[in-house]
């Protein structure tokens, strides 16, 4: 094996993401990212782990599980990644993995093949140099958290519960921030029935589901309170046939954004028990909360401190952030420490300038390795 005088080189790290990157995985595409586990299994054929595909379901693709020989028999640490992107195929053709200055772009490239490779590389380093860390480590690559987890949410949760630490490497926030806290989502549909008419002859025997949609997003409008961290937002809504006809149906999908686990419960049963305000007309609505609300709790305080001291041994600052988006950090971190946020640094997920910063790899891959190192 070529030695490398710097085992953290960006360049030689950002070899090995290229080589993720370039084979698409948008999270409906099941066979191109079971192809990329694949090549993530392979990685692991030398070192000292064994390596475990569990298979898609639903028109997803295979989770991998990589856990260190030693230290099975204890609580470890658990290292969430996911190989899923959002990008369709073909978007590489529009995003092709270069390199301009301090940024290398590529679809998924931030978020998060770039932190989930920085994970496996950290590892690598570790059993290269013949060392054992302290705790076992346990490495979870999951094929479906771009569309909320549904089939491995399970898994998350098991792997989650038997851990003692938990890192997840999905990109860094605002300049470097790691995160220490994100809200709960919650995912809606509402269908709304009314009664049709002729809407210029008889519009008087009509009940517009329109209209009562229209009140339904009042309602749930009335619902934000960006000083509290909420957010309701009607997304998507649909509804009637012809202009001259009164809608039968209509239809929305909302999205609900919430900081606290108590919040959650109160809004979630607020959108569930929505109501018609117009008679002939009825409303229903389906969904839950899809990840709980990832607060910030003594142990990941207790976590994201000792990250910051070896942040600073390796020479940068490391600050902690709070971030409206998900992740699978929020189903362990009501029970287990989580540290979020250890990916790499960069901007412009899920768009056409997704790129990460090359300067970012080797101190946040040694902040990786240190965190294996030094747990206890």
Not at 78 to 97: C, E
Not at 168 to 191: H, M
Not at 272 to 292: A, F, I, Q, W, Y
Not at 329 to 336: M, S
Request: with cysteine; charged share 25%.
């Amino acid at each position: 094996m070529l030695e490398i005088s710097n085992p953290f080189d960006a360049l030689t790290i950002l070899d090995g993401i290229r080589r993720w990157v370039e084979i698409e995985t948008p999270t409906d595409a099941p066979a191109e990212v079971n192809r990329l586990a694949m090549l993530v299994a392979e990685g692991y054929r030398d070192l000292p782990a064994q390596v475990e595909r569990i298979p898609g379901q639903n028109g997803c693709g295979d989770h991998l599980v990589a856990r260190s020989s030693w230290g099975q028999d204890a609580p470890g640490i658990l290292v969430l990644s996911h190989l899923d992107t959002v990008h369709p195929i073909g978007f590489i053709k529009r995003l092709p993995f270069r390199i301009e200055g301090d940024s290398a772009f590529g679809p998924g490239i931030y978020d998060m093949k770039g932190g989930a490779y920085l994970a496996y590389h950290a590892f690598r380093q570790l059993c290269l140099s013949g060392e054992h860390s302290g705790l076992g480590i346990t490495q979870l690559f999951v094929s479906d958290e771009e569309i909320g987890s549904p089939t491995s949410r399970r898994l998350i949760e098991t792997e989650g519960e038997r851990a003692k630490y938990v890192l997840v490497t999905e990109p860094a926030r605002d300049g470097g921030k790691i995160v220490t806290a994100r809200k709960g989502v919650g995912r809606f549909e509402i269908f709304i029935k009314g009664v049709p008419a002729h809407a210029g002859a008889r519009p008087e025997d009509g009940r517009s589901a329109i209209r009562e949609l229209a009140n339904v997003i009042a309602m749930l409008e009335s619902m934000n309170d960006l000083q509290r961290g909420i957010t309701v937002n009607v997304g998507v809504v649909r509804g009637g046939t012809r202009p001259n006809v009164v809608a039968e149906d209509a239809y929305a999908e909302v999205d609900l954004r919430v900081p606290t686990m108590a919040g959650a419960d109160d809004l979630v049963a607020k959108i569930l028990n929505l109501k018609s305000r117009s008679e002939g007309v009825s409303v229903t609505v389906t969904g839950d909360l899809n990840r709980p609300p990832y607060e910030k709790s003594n142990a990941g305080a207790a976590l994201f401190e000792h990250a910051k001291q070896l942040a600073a041994e390796i020479g940068f600052e490391l600050v902690d952030t709070v971030t409206g988006g998900g992740s699978d950090g929020n189903f362990t971190a009501a029970h287990t420490a989580t540290l979020d946020g250890l990916g790499v640094d960069g901007k412009g997920a899920h768009t056409h300038y997704e790129q990460l910063y090359i300067s970012s790899i080797e101190p946040r891959a040694r902040l990786l390795h240190r965190l294996f190192q030094t747990l206890r």
